[in-house]
């Protein structure tokens, strides 16, 4: 059974950070492209940042710069590294894992970014 569970989500000011992580558990992290999504209510889901299948990064240019995706193989978990937060973060925030096919999601963490 494939499990995905973030955590790391808050309450943080404008211009702090936060690390997200996310939790693999049945598949491998190195093995499948992984990517941190996010959603606020009424808008489509985003990718803010992914590793792809050959283990290149992408980064959206509306968090380019501020946002690292990262991965531990060993730990099997995936870090997404955000700064320089401002209120338009504000979102829940989905881990996601991809092979062939096969899409697993996480239940998310919501980051709350406000004074």
């Known amino acids: 059974q494939v499990r995905l569970v973030e955590s790391g989500g808050g309450l943080v000011e404008p211009g702090g950070s936060l690390r997200l992580s996310c939790a693999a558990s049945?598949?491998?992290?190195?093995?499948?492209?992984m990517g941190w999504y996010r959603q606020t209510p009424g808008k489509q889901r985003e990718l803010a940042a992914a590793?792809?299948?050959?283990?290149?990064?992408y980064v959206a240019n509306s968090v380019k710069g501020r946002f690292t995706i990262s991965r531990d193989n060993a730990e099997n978990m995936v870090y997404l590294q955000m700064n320089r937060l401002t209120p338009e973060d504000t979102a829940v925030y989905y881990c996601?894992?991809?092979?062939?096919?096969?899409?697993?999601w996480g239940q998310g963490t919501q980051v709350t970014v406000s004074s």
């Open positions: 590793f792809y299948g050959d283990g290149t990064t």
């Open positions: 996601n894992a991809r092979r062939y096919g096969s899409v697993y």
């Open positions: 049945g598949i491998m992290v190195n093995g499948h492209a």
